[in-house]
């Protein structure tokens, strides 16, 4: 493989990262309510977090925030 080639393949694993990402830690926090609602009465309201832009990019914005102060540690 050569070095274009291995260029792609780093640029196309941190896209995939960067955008399926956010979307598996909203999967994850909605599997997480539904776990925590085991035993509730039937018919019981389940909140699920919808999947869209605006949630996708507030995850997004969730993480950098999440990871910025580490990040200026020297």
Avoid: D, Y
Avoid at 9 to 30: E, Q, R, S, T, Y
Avoid at 47 to 72: E, H, Y
């Amino acid at each position: 493989m050569g070095s274009l080639g291995k260029l792609l393949f780093v640029i196309f694993i941190i896209a995939l990262v960067l955008m399926a990402g956010p979307w598996l830690l909203i999967w994850a926090i909605n599997t997480l309510i539904a776990a925590s609602m085991v035993g509730a009465p039937a018919g019981a309201f389940v909140p699920q977090i919808a999947f869209g832009f605006w949630t996708w990019l507030a995850a997004v914005f969730a993480g950098g925030f999440a990871i910025l102060p580490l990040s200026r540690r020297s």
